[in-house]
């Protein structure tokens, strides 16, 4: 029986170890997944606290519990280490780590190609590497595949390597891990085989595609779709505030057509780890062929300039109020990127703030998913969440809502804030105190 064969059968009769690299917002709930279906998974996460929370059945992610979390570590199905060496004992390797954009916005792989470094010492005979991570095409070619190579493994034979994007949609009551096709590319045909098994023991639908660039253009489609859909409504909102029109009652309206129509629907700005980032990867690598891809930065340049929008709607409301922006006191509902959630990457709420506050405002910030702001790489404000009542919400001269939780009383918002700055459409009947932005 050769390797592949083998590998696979262990995934099937359950007795492979699973590997996963970077226990965040990915790498936990497909932890959880496999620890259901009986699996034992190794966590490896370069975050010693994180890992000594995880060990002890404690989660930091609001949406994921920690009696789940408690669950498979007392089941002995789960264990978390910062110790790269322990990969070896796994028989899959799941990378979940950042993709983020440096400074020039640029694509910035180092947490993958780190991480992959650390791992190579330890790669053997029968392992599978697959990479999660948003990345533009040729990145599991280009990068992965000659580190695996150099550690002496001829891949497609001894070992695998694959790419499977994440999908996944924190706190979407509608999907769930299991639920969300997964899409899998291998670098050769065997490759592709034991992806298949490995995803197929915990998702209800695996898709092959031809290829790890055909896997990784894929997410980048499915993104860049959001993202420029996203651009063309915000900018008809700023056309639709220019004559006077409400964006959101004509999206309502659109809506009512059976089909050719999908409603997306404008904000303050792009957030999450996806949206606001994965298009300029693509961008990026067209590039290296000659190509300028004008849509989708048309797109990026419109979604970037909607938190500017946003103050200039905000410094004209306070003037017309009799109210200067600097020293005005500004109390901002929703800090976290999206609505039910307590993740902030690249929320831009934290732009808003940042730009109130480089004015002179005194800010503020009311959100029950993330009481406390949280240590981040390029923000931070020594904040926590402000209780909202009737009386707090009469101490600012202005109240910015950029994220729309369910949680808030709008109601109570919309009747005792003194001048509401409505970046989300909540609030559809005309008052004297609110301004659409």
């Not at 790890?212 to 505030?241: Q, S």
Request: glycine share 6%; with cysteine; proline share 6%.
């Amino acid at each position: 029986m050769n390797i592949e064969q083998q590998l696979i059968n262990t995934i099937a009769n359950k007795s492979a170890i699973i590997g996963i690299v970077g226990l965040g917002y990915v790498g936990l709930p497909l932890m959880l997944r496999y620890v259901e279906e009986g699996y034992k998974v190794l966590g490896i996460d370069i975050d010693q606290s994180k890992v000594d929370n995880l060990n002890d059945g404690v989660s930091y992610i609001e949406h994921i519990s920690s009696e789940d979390i408690q669950s498979a570590v007392q089941k002995e199905l789960f264990s978390a280490t910062t110790d790269f060496s322990q990969a070896a004992d796994a028989d899959a390797l799941i990378l979940c780590v950042p993709t983020p954009l440096n400074k020039y916005r640029e694509p910035d792989l180092s947490f993958v190609l780190d991480t992959t470094d650390a791992l190579v010492p330890h790669l053997r005979k029968g392992h599978v590497l697959s990479l999660e991570s948003t990345t533009y095409p040729g990145t599991t070619e280009e990068k992965l595949l000659p580190r695996m190579e150099q550690a002496g493994l001829t891949i497609g034979e001894e070992a695998f390597l694959i790419y499977s994007p994440e999908r996944e949609d924190p706190a979407n009551p509608n999907f769930k891990t299991r639920t969300i096709p997964k899409i899998c590319g291998g670098h050769t045909s065997a490759c592709q085989r034991v992806g298949v098994a490995l995803y197929g023991a915990a998702i209800d639908k695996v898709v092959p595609v031809s290829s790890t660039k055909a896997a990784e253009m894929t997410k980048l489609l499915e993104n860049i779709h959001r993202a420029v859909n996203i651009g063309l409504v915000n900018e008809m909102k700023i056309v639709a505030d220019r004559m006077d029109i409400d964006i959101h009652e004509i999206i309502s309206a659109a809506a009512t057509k059976p089909f050719g129509f999908t409603p997306y629907y404008p904000g303050p700005g792009l957030g999450g780890h996806c949206i606001p980032i994965d298009p300029f990867y693509l961008t990026w690598k067209a590039r290296e062929y000659g190509l300028h891809t004008r849509f989708i930065e048309l797109a990026g340049e419109i979604n970037a300039y909607m938190p500017r929008f946003v103050m200039d709607k905000l410094t004209d409301a306070l003037n017309q109020h009799g109210k200067a922006l600097n020293g005005s006191k500004i109390l901002v509902l929703g800090i976290a990127y999206k609505k039910n959630v307590d993740d902030m990457r690249e929320s831009p709420s934290v732009e808003l703030m940042e730009r109130l506050e480089k004015k002179g405002a005194i800010i503020k910030y009311s959100d029950p998913h993330v009481p406390v702001f949280p240590k981040m790489r390029e923000h931070q404000f020594n904040l926590s969440s402000v209780e909202l009542t009737p009386e707090t919400l009469a101490a600012y001269d202005c109240v910015l809502l950029a994220t729309d939780h369910t949680a808030f009383d709008y109601d109570m918002i919309g009747r005792h804030a003194k001048l509401l700055i409505d970046t989300r459409g909540k609030f559809l009947k005309p008052a004297q105190n609110i301004i659409k932005a």
